[in-house]
């Protein structure tokens, strides 16, 4: 899914890399591995037959009642409410507890002092959600089965499959299904899995924009808004809600007791611009179309339907009313900076707590902080993910409650776009976030259960992992198909020295400037003194897959 550019703070100490693994196994693991196909092939990526460590050991459940953050002192004090009372020692991963679904935790962080106590909310999602971006460099079956203990383990209850050209479609949609799709049987295997591991599992269609995988068919081509982009539907066509009632009827085939379908509806740019659109109201054209999809699910398929939230955010309050939008829809409000904020003001909450009765958060552990990127930045992740938990300790009360946060991974942005972070090196940034989400508020302490989950050999301080931004840290970890993660970081360590060399020969220095190549005119000697350093920056670059290869 695209993301607006104003959200997409680069992040300049991560550079552009395009990784190819080639079929290799690892050797030297300190016990016994097990050969596991991580990727389905594709035309992009070869990433399979990687060797990696066993997942094993009990799950540790997280100590919600007990140290408060960041203090030592005894007299500090944490404890768990739901409605006012007390509660006992919850149960962070029992995602059918029906009292746990609809009010989640609050937790009140008391400090006694001597001008009285002082107090800190901190919020724990009912559920937390882990969103697999299916779009590009899609996991294999069995990688689903390795990471699953993993994410329950670190605080997961549920999925947001956004399946995409991966989804097996059958009559006039097969054609829209990739080459590599999952078949029937994957799509179910992945469900039993889901299943085993209590988590609850939400789908996700396209409903309006981000049709690509669709609408790039000259089959659907008429269906477009604009004709020379393939982003969204036009919603005055009947053809078009043909199209988008097909595709809802035949993931719902497959996900019969699910209560929530994600409908999609974010960043419907082209919109108002055919004949018979633009006469309209462009608000009122959206919302008529989200409405009608909306009452669509809830009559035939008796599920709840949720929907992105930005496309809302500029709307008057009596108009999101006056198509009952309240009554139809969950609106899942996103954002991936530090500042939710400076994105959703507090004048948007106070709008939507007037319409919808739930509402959704949003985060991302990947995928958000550029295009191209191969190893997310975990400090800016953790940051987002902290202030979520800020901004629903705070606006919870305004609602019925907020369902849940959804921890988004994004693998491109828009189905036409190449790949950004792979799931392998995003891991350890989402367990550390739902460790965060899980406790309510982050803390050292959560690095100890870190370590565990990810098999890590050598556990760092918090301080030491976080600060840089390709998380050195985990460099020392044994997850799933780690092995990506360290290629990824390798080629990226080794990219950026090749960057800052050309740069300093090229910019920095005045020999070997644009100026000195169009003259043809320089300083042999001073060319001769920037080549010097020449191999010590290309050796590492052709090396650093070759050290994956043989490590």
């Not at 409605?83 to 009292?99: E, I, M, S, T, Y």
């Not at 409908?263 to 419907?268: A, L, N, S, T």
């Not at 606006?395 to 790949?419: C, E, M, P, S």
């Amino acid at each position: 899914m695209e993301r607006k550019m104003e959200e997409r703070e680069k992040n300049s100490g991560l550079w552009r890399i395009t990784p190819h693994v080639t079929k290799r196994k690892r050797k030297g693991m300190h016990t016994p591995g097990v050969v596991a196909q991580c990727w389905l092939p594709s035309t992009e990526r070869q990433l399979d037959d990687y060797q990696q460590q066993p997942v094993g050991g009990d799950p540790h459940a997280l100590n919600y009642v007990g140290a408060a953050p960041n203090s030592n002192n005894l007299g500090d004090r944490m404890q768990v409410y739901d409605g006012g009372k007390a509660l006992p020692n919850p149960a962070p991963n029992n995602w059918q507890d029906p009292q746990q679904q609809q009010q989640g935790r609050t937790w009140q962080y008391q400090k006694n002092s001597a001008n009285g106590n002082t107090g800190t909310t901190y919020f724990v999602p009912p559920l937390r959600v882990v969103h697999f971006d299916l779009k590009g460099a899609p996991p294999k079956v069995s990688y689903f089965k390795q990471i699953f203990p993993l994410l329950k383990e670190a605080g997961a209850n549920a999925i947001l499959m956004e399946y995409e050209d991966m989804f097996p479609f059958t009559g006039n949609l097969a054609a829209s299904s990739a080459k590599n799709a999952y078949s029937r049987e994957d799509v179910q295997t992945i469900l039993n899995l889901a299943k085993t591991h209590h988590f609850e599992v939400i789908p996700l269609v396209q409903t309006f924009g981000h049709l690509e995988f669709a609408l790039k068919l000259k089959e659907f081509r008429d269906l477009r808004e604009v004709d020379d982009f393939p982003q969204a539907i036009c919603p005055s066509r009947n053809e078009s809600f043909s199209l988008v009632e097909n595709i809802i009827d035949q993931v719902m085939a497959m996900h019969p007791n699910i209560r929530w379908l994600h409908v999609g509806c974010d960043e419907v740019y082209h919109l108002g611009y055919c004949s018979k659109c633009m006469r309209l109201d462009r608000d009122n054209l959206f919302l008529s179309h989200v409405a009608r999809v909306a009452r669509y699910v809830r009559d035939k398929h008796k599920v709840i339907p949720i929907i992105w939230d930005d496309m809302l955010r500029q709307m008057p309050t009596e108009k999101l009313k006056e198509f009952q939008l309240g009554q139809l829809v969950e609106p899942m409000v996103w954002t991936y900076v530090k500042d939710v904020y400076r994105f959703v003001p507090y004048n948007v909450w106070l709008s939507y707590s007037e319409v919808f009765p739930f509402v959704w958060a949003a985060s991302a552990f990947k995928g958000a902080f550029g295009e191209t990127l191969t190893v997310p930045n975990v400090k800016m992740h953790l940051e987002n993910n902290e202030a979520w938990l800020e901004v629903m300790a705070e606006q919870h009360k305004k609602f019925g409650n907020f369902r849940g946060i959804v921890i988004t991974g994004w693998q491109r942005y828009d189905h036409l776009a190449t790949l950004c972070e792979l799931l392998p090196a995003g891991l350890p940034s989402l367990v550390l976030d739902l460790l965060t989400v899980t406790q309510g508020y982050f803390s050292q302490q959560l690095f100890t259960k870190f370590h565990h989950i990810l098999q890590c050999t050598v556990h760092q301080r918090s301080q030491v992992v976080l600060r840089h931004p390709l998380f050195a840290g985990a460099s020392s970890c044994f997850f799933p198909c780690w092995a990506v993660f360290r290629m990824t970081q390798h080629h990226s360590e080794a990219v950026k020295r090749v960057d800052d060399y050309l740069y300093d020969v090229t910019v920095h220095k005045a020999w070997l400037t644009d100026y000195n190549i169009r003259h043809n005119i320089t300083s042999p000697m001073r060319v001769d003194e920037g080549l010097a350093d020449y191999s010590s920056v290309y050796y590492p670059l052709t090396l650093c897959t070759k050290k994956e290869s043989v490590s």
